[in-house]
T-cell receptor, first 114, second 111 residues
Framework: NAGVTQTPKFQVLKTGQSMTLQCAQDMNHEYMSWYRQDPGMGLRLIHYSVGAGITDQGEVPNGYNVSRSTTEDFPLRLLSAAPSQTSVYFC?????????????FGAGTRLSVL | ELKVEQNPLFLSMQEGKNYTIYCNYSTTSDRLYWYRQDPGKSLESLFVLLSNGAVKQEGRLMASLDTKARLSTLHITAAVHDLSATYFCAGYTGTASKLTFGTGTRLQVTL
């Protein structure tokens, strides 16, 4: 079972470059989300989606865009990378929202912005 | 706005000992989640606590939820080295349909 797949696993960017972190799940989950993890700060929610065509901001949305054109895919776009966006990014999905269900996490993308 | 605090942030314990990790949250949260993360790895779901008084156990780990005290605990019984990891709790904000994570407790079990 593939579960939640994130690509790439590692990425180095220069300040000002743009890129898209890919996230795909094959479990037909409605809820998908993006987190960033920084040392000593736990996970912080960037954006989330409760279904195709619906997205909303999390705790730290600035500098990131998302879209949800299909149930399976939830890409995260960095418009103009900054060193402050150096972090580990996790995508997660959950069936029918979070009220009673666990989230399944991808393996993560380690991003360095120079 | 929901805030989640864990303590301790770091815990070093000997094999065979018992200990408890505490998770306090600031406002109403009817769901509480516990996750485990091994170094350089992703997060693995351990428990979902759905109501006041809920208790769940898996092996040497037991989690409980007291919504009145806004407190969840993760109790470790007779620790073994394989339990070494970082443990996160997360509260659920129903109106915003999102989780707020604590900063994590790094557990190191020594021989």
């Amino acid at each position: 079972n593939a579960g939640v797949t994130q690509t790439p696993k590692f990425q180095v960017l220069k300040t000002g470059q743009s890129m898209t972190l890919q996230c795909a799940q094959d479990m037909n989950h409605e809820y998908m989300s993006w987190y960033r993890q920084d040392p000593g700060m736990g996970l912080r929610l960037i954006h989330y989606s409760v279904g195709a065509g619906i997205t909303d901001q999390g705790e730290v949305p600035n500098g990131y865009n998302v879209s949800r054109s299909t149930t399976e895919d939830f890409p995260l776009r960095l418009l103009s990378a900054a060193p402050s966006q150096t972090s580990v990014y996790f995508c997660a999905s959950s069936p029918q929202g979070l009220a009673k269900n666990i989230q399944y996490f991808g393996a993560g993308t380690r991003l360095s912005v120079l | 706005e929901l805030k989640v605090e864990q303590n301790p942030l770091f815990l070093s314990m000997q094999e065979g000992k018992n200990y408890t990790i505490y998770c306090n949250y600031s406002t109403t949260s009817d769901r509480l989640y516990w996750y485990r993360q091994d170094p350089g790895k992703s997060l693995e779901s351990l428990f979902v606590l759905l109501s006041n008084g809920a208790v769940k156990q898996e092996g040497r780990l037991m989690a409980s939820l007291d919504t009145k005290a806004r407190l969840s605990t993760l109790h470790i019984t007779a620790a073994v080295h394989d339990l070494s990891a970082t443990y996160f709790c997360a509260g659920y904000t129903g109106t915003a349909s999102k989780l707020t994570f604590g900063t994590g407790t790094r557990l190191q079990v020594t021989l």
